[in-house]
């Protein structure tokens, strides 16, 4: 014993008991202790692996929505369904039968086409000049296409150009230049309006070009240039030139009032000028005669017409006989 009552010696088998005993009564709130927090933790484990069981387990009907795969498969039809609508050349039929989505939307949203100015008119109509650049009551101004109107109206042969413009909200205008008419060209019972150069420009529809110089035959309007040369070189006799025929690509034959003057491949506007000279001298157009043949330099060659060809012949008959003979 120290001086203060406690014992410092070794300890003794039964101190060493007693000892032990205390130890196990103390490590048992330690053990205890130690269960609980191996057995919260395992829990947790637990916990966390069943979550990621049921993660892992979802069904795909209820992760995805369940009418998607409807709506793509709807999708996916009506795309292929409007595609062979529009391949098909349907839409283009129902867009030409009836008006165009775009056009409905942006007219009634105030951009419909409400006035067209047209500039450069000569001969063509108004609504001639609208259904070639394909502008109606139904057109806007938003999708009106104006370069393809312009070639639309290039198309026109009459119209040598052509400008088109939009003027927001509800305007379109209209520049062109047409081509001026020189003539008619009947072929095979057709008659076409020409230029100057030759080109057909227009069909003879109406009387708006009833004034026209006519030309007839193949190739006459490739010539039309040395007709209208011949015009001139007839002189008085000009305002009533009728038309000219191109006879085998070599020559013109002229109708003036019913009769035929037939002219040389060479030398067409002397022959004429003999022409203006026997009718200013003669009167030889105002004879019987249904044509005069120019193509010999040194003479003049008429045909007469039936009654006045039976008469020359009747007369020939009573013309007293030469010397030696009888009367």
């Known amino acids: ?66 009418h998607l795969g409807t709506a793509g498969l709807f999708l996916a039809s009506a795309t292929l369904a409007l595609g062979g609508f529009v391949g098909s050349g349907s839409y283009d039929r129902f867009v030409a039968e009836n ?53 639309r109206l290039l198309q026109v042969p009459l119209i040598a150009s052509a400008s088109v413009r939009k003027v927001y909200p509800n305007e379109i205008v209209i520049t062109q230049v047409e081509r001026e008419p020189a003539a008619l060209w009947q072929r095979n019972g057709e008659i076409a309006v020409i230029a100057a150069d030759g080109t057909v420009i227009d069909q003879m529809r109406d009387d708006r070009y009833a004034a026209l110089p006519l030309v007839v035959g193949d190739g006459a309007n490739e010539r039309l240039k040395d007709y209208l040369a011949l015009i001139d070189a007839a002189g008085p006799l000009a305002e009533r030139v009728k038309a000219g025929t191109y006879v085998s690509g070599r020559r013109w034959t002229l109708k003036l009032d ?32 249904i044509a005069v043949d120019l193509r010999m330099a040194d003479r ?8 006045a060809a039976a008469a020359r012949a009747e007369s020939q008959k009573k013309k007293p006989k030469g010397k030696g003979t009888e009367t």
Request: proline residues 4%.
């Open 1 to 66: 014993m120290d001086g203060g009552g406690r014992n410092v010696g070794p300890l003794g088998a039964a101190g060493q008991a007693g000892a032990e005993g205390r130890l196990d009564s103390a490590a048992g709130p330690v053990r205890s202790l130690r269960a609980a927090l191996s057995a919260r933790f395992s829990r947790q484990i637990r916990r966390l692996a069943r979550g990621r069981r049921s993660r892992l387990a979802i069904p795909i009907e209820r992760r995805v929505p369940r």
């Open 99 to 151: 008006v165009r989505p775009l056009d409905i939307l942006a007219r009634l949203a105030g951009f419909g086409v409400e006035r067209v100015t047209i500039s450069g008119i000569a001969r063509l109509y108004e609504r001639e000049v609208l259904q070639a650049a394909g502008i109606d009551g139904h057109s806007s101004v938003v999708f009106l296409d104006v370069a393809e109107a312009r070639e």
């Open 258 to 289: 019913g009769v035929d003057i037939r002219l040389p491949e060479t030398g067409a506007t002397e022959a004429l000028a003999r022409l203006v000279r026997l009718e200013r001298d003669s009167r030889i157009l105002e004879k019987d005669i």
């Open 300 to 307: 003049v060659v008429v045909r007469l017409t039936e009654e």
